[in-house]
């Protein structure tokens, strides 16, 4: 059987991003690290096929994943842990997915990179240079070299999404901080300024991406926004008062100017998307 997307990770972007291509009427192969993980929202819905995988755990993927593939969504990262964790979640898996999708006739393959890949600046735009700072960056760093080796099988797009945050996103920059700030926690960020952004903001681009003639790279981010005002607001909705919080000096910060004219992106509010994404988690 031949389906129309693969989705790497069924949490956050992903399971809107499903929910959104099954509303279209097109199929689905959703990747679940176990059976115990799939959520109710998938539950009975029609065009939508499970594999369970662990991907940072070296998987043969031609167990588990079906022989055709039109188009890959390549979602899955792993934020922090073991380096030896981290560069198998994010570059180890990633080079055995892309030798897997050009095995399985794909037409694209879209990347989930990070705006970490730029380390610092201000306003850093596609044309800006790598040189991430962290090890999490270096992964992803890592994975997108890796992926200009496969763009003769098939077309590649690359989308770098700035520190973003969201209902089932349970790793990341702004996620650490929200739980330092309700369980009473300290928290220390190398970054004065940040842009991030909010997840439902980008699964509109993912499809449109996928759908381009041709391949590219792309910035999706949120309005640049002082730490300190990042951490004010997340604790006015959790009702509680940010404490020990540690910041840097360092700015990351980028420009989504091709992305809005290209593939459609366009930021919700800020106080509205931080609104929805934490006030549940009162």
Not at 146 to 152: M, P, T, W
Not at 263 to 276: K, N, S
């Amino acid at each position: 059987m031949e389906f129309d997307n693969l989705i790497t990770n069924p949490f956050g972007f992903g399971e809107r991003l499903i929910l959104e291509l099954l509303r279209k009427g097109e199929s689905v192969f959703a990747i679940f690290p176990t059976a115990k993980d799939v959520p109710m929202s998938f539950l009975g819905k029609k065009n939508i096929k499970y594999g369970f995988l662990k991907l940072e755990h070296d998987p043969i993927l031609e167990k588990t994943l079906p022989r055709r593939i039109k188009h890959v969504f390549h979602l899955f990262e792993t934020f922090c842990g073991r380096f030896s964790k981290v560069f198998k979640a994010n570059t180890l898996a990633t080079l055995l997915l892309l030798d897997w999708a050009k095995a399985a006739g794909v037409q694209s393959f879209t990347y989930l990179s990070s705006g970490e890949v730029y380390g610092a600046g201000e306003n850093r735009d596609e044309r800006s240079g790598l040189e991430p700072r962290g090890f999490y960056g270096t992964t992803k760093y890592q994975a997108e070299m890796l992926l200009r080796f496969y763009q003769r099988a098939f077309r590649i797009n690359t989308i770098r999404v700035f520190f973003p945050y969201g209902r089932g996103l349970e790793q990341g920059f702004v996620f650490d901080l929200a739980r330092s700030i309700e369980s009473g926690g300290s928290f220390q960020s190398d970054y004065a300024r940040v842009s991030p952004t909010f997840a439902d903001d980008v699964v509109l681009p993912l499809i449109n991406v996928r759908d381009q003639k041709e391949g590219g790279t792309y910035n999706i981010c949120g309005s640049e926004i002082n730490f300190n005002t990042l951490a004010d607001k997340i604790g006015e909705v959790l009702g509680k008062t940010p404490k020990r919080v540690e910041v840097g000096k360092q700015v990351l910060t980028g420009s989504s100017k091709r992305a809005r004219e290209k593939i459609g992106y366009t930021e919700t509010a800020f106080d509205d998307a931080i609104g929805l994404s934490f006030a549940h988690t009162k």
